[in-house]
């Protein structure tokens, strides 16, 4: 049929004109659907938190505006197991989205202050490691889940070094450190801002999150938040983005 198209010119121009009209009709649903679905994205996923991410830049550039959003190191918040780990602002929570794509796997607090200064501590007891290769992070094994006793899960801390990587975790804890028992409220360093990039650095703060065993007695990859579990019964604070659209937590 195309053969017999192409032999008379009318209706080989005919055809031609009918295949674009063709293509444009294909195009144009695509394009409408692909911006119904950035929409639908936007407004299911996009806008979740933006009132939270707001307050956060706000405070960011006036630290001591909103003291009463500030949550201070050992601090429990009702009958949850863990203690707070540093002083700072819960800026972002669990399953936060700052992209397309993007979940956010644990909390980012922010101090407000330079790198180096602001303290973290553990939150929960159990067993330290720092992989050879890390320079601004560690994890915790914790044998007994303190919310379900069966499984073991892994709590971990990260951003502690400047944009170079030099570190700021506690000379205790050098890299290779394989295993160590640390009470709750052990130092572990201070906060930083090393995001891997030197050219861009991450704001200051501690980035900590719940994360899965592999069954297996090792820790999954904490970048897919599949891999965690929402931190908000271990805290005792609202950190889930699903269900706290919009502030930001602190104790009641």
């Not at 009463?68 to 669990?94: H, K, Q, R, S, Y």
Request: proline letters at 8%; charged letters at 15%.
């Amino acid at each position: 049929m195309q053969g017999f198209f192409e032999k008379i010119p009318l209706l080989a121009d005919f055809q031609s004109e009918y295949n674009d009209w063709m293509s444009k009709r294909t195009i144009i649903p695509i394009f409408l659907l692909i911006c119904i679905a950035g929409g639908l994205y936007y407004y299911f996923i996009g806008r979740r938190g933006s009132a939270r991410t707001a307050e956060v830049y706000n405070w960011l550039r006036d630290s001591t505006s909103r003291p009463e959003l500030m949550m201070t190191t050992g601090v429990t918040c009702g009958d949850a197991p863990f203690i707070f780990p540093t002083n700072g602002l819960i800026g972002f929570i669990w399953d936060d989205s700052f992209r397309p794509g993007h979940r956010h796997s644990g909390i980012d607090i922010f101090a407000g202050t330079d790198v180096g200064i602001t303290p973290i501590v553990t939150a929960y007891p159990g067993y330290l490691t720092r992989k050879s290769d890390w320079k601004s992070s560690v994890i915790i094994r914790v044998p007994k889940d303190p919310l379900q006793p069966g499984r073991q899960i892994w709590v971990y801390y990260t951003h502690m070094a400047d944009p170079n990587g030099n570190s700021y975790i506690s000379p205790e804890f050098p890299t290779g450190t394989t295993e160590v028992f640390v009470e709750a409220g052990t130092f572990l360093g201070y906060q930083g801002n090393y995001s891997g990039d030197p050219n861009n650095p991450v704001g200051v703060h501690l980035h900590v999150s719940v994360v899965k065993d592999d069954g297996f007695g090792n820790f999954t990859n904490e970048l897919d938040i599949n891999n965690t579990y929402d931190p908000s019964p271990y805290f005792g604070l609202p950190l889930n983005a699903n269900e706290n659209t919009d502030t930001i937590p602190v104790c009641n």
